[in-house]
């Protein structure tokens, strides 16, 4: 089955630093990749929708200036917090659709803590 | 704009019986999906069971199973025989072919030994 993987798998950094988060597709291709937060006891919430080669769609209330998405490569889109703040610690969920199934797979998700 | 409702925050299961998760969403799209997805501790969304609007058919794997009413827009999910390994917080979702999901508040599930 499809499998896509996070690193790391949980972050844990100061305020004001910067901290980045990746999301693979290990065996198959992924044009679009979805990031989401969630969290504590809470849904899942889209923050933004990656297509490779171009830049992401935010949702709305999501700063695209702190939260920078690159999907640079078929296999690989990063999600960089900029400027950390104790209100950004969360768990950051990434899913990837197949090039030719339009079929999506989660990853297992990243915990970031913010001090 | 696609809302999903989930209006049980918890349920409670005796092992070995059987349980019912609500769902209902707004949408007035034809064609689109649905999905349970069952997120344990280890916080990995693990896909229970989809169904595809077109098909009447309600879905089943094993032990789970949908009752989904299109015109009504639920879509429950029913879990037979209960296992304490079935004990997670389960969402309901939405999505559109290739689009993003939509989520419920969730439910979480409780299975009693």
């Known amino acids: 089955g499809a499998v896509v993987s996070q690193h790391p798998s949980r972050v844990i950094c100061k305020s004001g630093t910067s901290v980045k988060i990746e999301c693979r597709s290990l065996?198959?291709?992924?044009?679009?990749m979805f990031w989401y937060r969630q969290f504590p006891k809470q849904s899942l919430m889209l923050m933004a929708t990656?297509?490779?080669?171009?830049?992401?769609?935010?949702e709305q209330g999501v700063e695209k200036d702190k939260f920078l998405i690159n999907h640079a490569s078929l296999t690989l889109s990063t999600l960089t917090v900029t400027s950390a703040h104790p209100e950004d610690s969360s768990f950051y969920i990434c899913?990837?659709?197949?090039?030719?199934?339009?079929?999506?797979?989660f990853g297992p998700g990243t915990r970031l803590t913010v001090t | 704009a696609q809302t999903v409702t989930q209006s049980q925050p918890e349920m409670s299961v005796q092992e070995a019986e059987t349980v019912t998760l609500s769902c209902t969403y707004d949408?007035?799209?034809?064609?689109?999906?649905l999905f349970w997805y069952k997120q344990p501790p280890s916080r990995q969304m693990i896909l229970v069971i989809r169904?595809?609007?077109?098909?009447?058919q309600n879905a089943t794997e094993n032990r789970f199973s949908v009752n989904f009413q299109k015109a009504a827009k639920s879509f429950s999910l029913k879990i037979s025989d209960s296992q304490l390994g079935d004990a997670a917080m389960y969402f309901c979702?939405?999505?559109?072919?290739?689009?993003?999901?939509?989520f419920g508040t969730g439910t979480s599930l409780t299975v009693i030994p």
């Open positions: 899913s990837a659709r197949g090039l030719a199934t339009y079929e999506q797979y």
């Open positions: 065996d198959f291709q992924a044009t679009t």
């Open positions: 169904q595809e609007a077109y098909k009447q």
């Open positions: 979702a939405y999505r559109r072919s290739g689009n993003q999901f939509y």
């Open positions: 990656s297509n490779e080669g171009s830049k992401a769609t935010y």
């Open positions: 949408t007035s799209e034809s064609d689109y999906y």
